[in-house]
């Protein structure tokens, strides 16, 4: 893995490994795995990075430990009431998640504890949330006199509907696994310690489909949200006569007449 993005060093907030084809990113600000002004600069840093590193297909993002995945917000950053630093976080907060959520790749959360705030919204900005069974889930900003700012009002609701995104946003209601399952704010509930193997395994199936193909069926999946379904039939067909400009598709037709494993090109 590049160094500029390989952050082993204990005091790093977020500590970087390469498993082959995918990166396992670990929030690492004990004890609640705070996100902090730098922490989010340093994320949007490595997000930034994988994107440019056509050898990673995927990445994972869980907690350190096993008690949090991640708090959220330190709130004593807003204790004092000051708006230029709500104003600066606000920022970091959008830019660093909605760089995650463009990563042209495949994103997993592996949920390994409390989800909270901030914690939850980067999950949501993940492609797949794989959850164990001890997690709990929450926006709990409105209890404190705040909202969600980092996409919790408009990602939360697409994944759950109205509905239930009133009963977590505006009732202040907490999620179990089994709970966030149901309502599919999260794809899969196992058990305490397997959420880091999961979503690797389900990370490394990524290397089987042609990247320039995820690339493109991650972008139309994710055009649900903002334009029309006829846009979105039309933005079908037209990537899918695009691929036929890149080597990803006469090798994957090809291995599969040849009854082989195909050999992506990392375009």
Known sequence: MKPEFQSQQKSSAIKAEQHGHVALLTLNN????????????????????????????????TGEGSKFFSAGADLKLFADGNKAVALDMA??????FETLSAFR???IAAINGYAMGGGLEVALACDIRIAETQAVM???EAKVGLLPCAGGTQNLTWLVG?????????????????QALTIKLVEEVVEVGESVNAALALAKSVGSQSPSSVTACKALIQNCRSQSHQHG????RELFVRLFDTEDQQEGVQAFLEKRSPQWKNQ
């Open 30 to 61: 004990p004890p609640a795995n705070t996100w902090t002004a730098d922490s989010l600069i340093q994320f949007k840093q490595i997000i930034e990075s994988l994107n440019a590193d056509k050898n990673i297909y995927a990445c994972v993002i």
């Open 91 to 96: 920022r970091l907060f959008g830019e660093a």
């Open 162 to 178: 109205e509905g239930w995104a009133k009963r977590i946003i505006l009732c202040g209601e907490q999620i179990s696994a089994e």
């Open 233 to 236: 039939l039309m933005k079908e």
């Open 138 to 140: 929450a926006l709990p």
């Open 105 to 107: 790749g495949v994103s």
